[in-house]
């Protein structure tokens, strides 16, 4: 149950698009179609932003997208908004119902 | 709407036990299986635990295994996580979480507001 590998920091200015990785082993992310991405911005709950690698829940604007390679899941973000400034974490079934998260990517947007 | 709401924490002493409590609310608790996620201070998100809709499968992170136990009351829509043993490296804010509706396996959702436990002599 090692933690899913993350850069600790991305940053982009408005309007371009930043892409955050997410590197786990074929025991979790490579293993399995179940990749979801979470936003927290300070001192709250986070919120689902992706789930099953690339599908949005309902009200989660289609600029924030996701995508699998092998052992590495990425969250690309588009059209960046100041109110994206948050941190992110992806999270990946690791089986016999068991997850694991990533260790956190602070999203800064200049 | 969802609404999940824990309680329980405080500062408690290294080795002795604590329980947390989540009330349900806006949906078939008794159809949603549910998990327990925590924060450390400054620090990223680790899952804990899971159990099943029913009650009789439960799932726990390799750190907490032998300590913890995660239990459901699914007649008062209640989710508990009893956390005995406690040491200083579980100090965080622990969230109650449910497993989300369009993808069990892949996705957390929604999460409660967190309460935070210290552990600290």
């Known amino acids: 149950q090692s933690a899913l590998t993350q850069p600790r920091s991305v940053s982009g200015s408005p309007g371009q698009s930043v892409t955050i990785s997410c590197t786990g082993t074929?025991?979790?992310?490579?293993?399995?179609?179940?990749v979801s991405w979470y936003q927290q911005n300070p001192g709250k709950a986070p919120k689902l932003m992706i789930y099953?690698?690339?599908k949005r829940p309902s009200g989660v604007p289609d600029r924030f997208s996701g995508s699998k390679s092998g052992n590495t899941a990425s969250l690309t973000i588009s059209g960046l908004q100041a109110e994206d400034e948050a941190d992110y974490y992806c999270?990946?079934?690791?089986?016999?119902?068991?997850?694991?998260f990533g260790g956190g990517t602070k999203l800064t947007v200049l | 709407q969802v609404q999940l709401v824990e309680s329980g924490g405080g500062v408690v002493q290294p080795g002795r036990s604590l329980r947390l409590s989540c009330a349900a609310s806006?949906?078939?608790?008794?159809?949603?299986?549910m998990h327990w996620v925590r924060q450390a201070p400054g620090k990223g998100l680790e899952w804990v635990a899971f159990?099943?809709?029913?009650?009789?499968?439960?799932y726990y992170a390799d750190s907490v295994k032998g300590r913890f136990t995660i239990s459901r009351d699914n007649s008062k829509n209640t989710l508990y996580l009893q956390m005995n043993s406690l040491r200083a490296e579980d100090t965080a804010v622990y969230y109650c979480?449910?497993?989300?509706?369009?993808?069990?396996?892949?996705?957390?959702?929604?999460w409660g507001q967190g309460t935070l436990v210290t552990v600290s002599s």
């Open positions: 979480a449910k497993e989300s509706d369009s993808s069990g396996y892949g996705g957390i959702d929604p």
């Open positions: 806006g949906f078939i608790f008794s159809s949603s299986g």
């Open positions: 159990i099943s809709y029913d009650g009789n499968n439960k």
């Open positions: 074929s025991s979790d992310v490579g293993g399995y179609n179940y």
């Open positions: 099953d690698i690339s």
């Open positions: 999270n990946s079934y690791a089986g016999s119902f068991t997850w694991v």
